[in-house]
């Protein structure tokens, strides 16, 4: 990382904080290639950043992998799916989970049946939209569709770029050793949510009533 560096890693920050007031999303695909803006809720519009995604983003993500992928552009070999990561604030409310993440999934398989994708999540914080139940059921059902769930580690890369210098403040906000803890903690609650969740279903039988695979 260099100097010309600074100010976007100062925008993700910012916008990636556990206890920001809005969701943000940072996309990319194929190992690592960006796609599109940070894409976060609108004060004057309703419907969450994963609304947002499904609206306005998704399509045009879909249609991109598509295009590189049949071309043999992407790094993903043939046959293998190409990664799609979301890079999160929270987890998904329970709305956000069932009407837009699975439902995004579902579109792309059902519009490019012959592009295989692998959606993986990792989220900064635990969603206060939910109850810890709500937030267990969430997590069962994006991993039964075969979604990808993880701690993210946003936190740990940027105290580990910002440690290279003496100082890191933005618009006037001084980020403070111990606020690295904290955002780092919020990142351990997600992955005790997510060992939980894979308990749950551990737990169950294989071939019970009801219960799908992880695909």
Known sequence: MTAADIPELKTIA????PFAATTTIYITYDGGTRFGPAISQKRDQAGHAEHRFLQEFAGPLMRTIARRYRSGLTRTKQGDPVSIVMDITRLPCPGCTD???IAFVDNAKAAYPDVPIKLIINAAALTKQSSPQQ???SLIKLRKRG???NASSIWTEIEKKMKQ???FDYQGRFYASWEFMEF???AAEVQEEIDRSIRAINAVPKGAPGEGNLG
């Open 135 to 137: 937030t267990l059921e």
């Open 99 to 101: 009407h837009r993440i």
């Open 14 to 17: 910012t916008k990636m904080r």
């Open 184 to 186: 780092k903690s919020r």
């Open 165 to 167: 210098y003496k100082a």
């Open 147 to 149: 979604i990808e769930v």
